[in-house]
């Protein structure tokens, strides 16, 4: 059983930045996918980036291409998620999520690719 805790939420002004962390604990297998996911009331969860936990690949949604960057400490056990140039539609309830996979391809940024989900981290840009 996999449990993930998030921080490093907060409230930002529009060109801020800040990072996530998504400690993991639990049987950690080798071959873990970990996402970052992000709701607003009334909307679905919508998958904002992915990574293997080998390293071989990260998936990233369009809207944050360029301003996030998702990336991993082996040693930690965590998932960090580098959010720069911050806009006000990125406020939202962050949640990170891993799946005992690879990474294989953009379904990745589908929440129902994952098993075990965080509790969320605010992330408010005003």
């Known amino acids: 059983h996999v449990q993930l805790v998030e921080s490093g939420g907060g409230l930002v002004q529009p060109g801020g930045s800040l990072r996530l962390s998504c400690a993991a604990s639990?049987?950690?297998?080798?071959?873990?996918?970990i996402g970052w996911f992000r709701q607003t009331p009334g909307k679905e969860r919508e998958g904002v980036a992915a990574?293997?936990?080998?390293?071989?690949?990260?998936y990233y949604a369009s809207f944050v291409t360029g301003r996030f960057t998702i990336s991993q400490d082996d040693v930690a056990n965590t998932v960090y998620l580098q959010m720069n140039d911050l806009k006000p539609d990125d406020t939202a309830m962050y949640y990170c999520?891993?799946?005992?996979?690879?990474?294989?391809?953009?379904?990745?940024?589908?929440?129902?690719?994952?098993?075990?989900w965080g509790q969320g981290t605010q992330v408010t840009v005003s």
């Open positions: 990574i293997s936990t080998n390293g071989d690949s990260r």
């Open positions: 999520a891993a799946e005992a996979a690879f990474c294989s391809s953009l379904l990745y940024l589908r929440a129902r690719a994952y098993t075990y």
């Open positions: 639990g049987v950690i297998g080798s071959s873990m996918c």
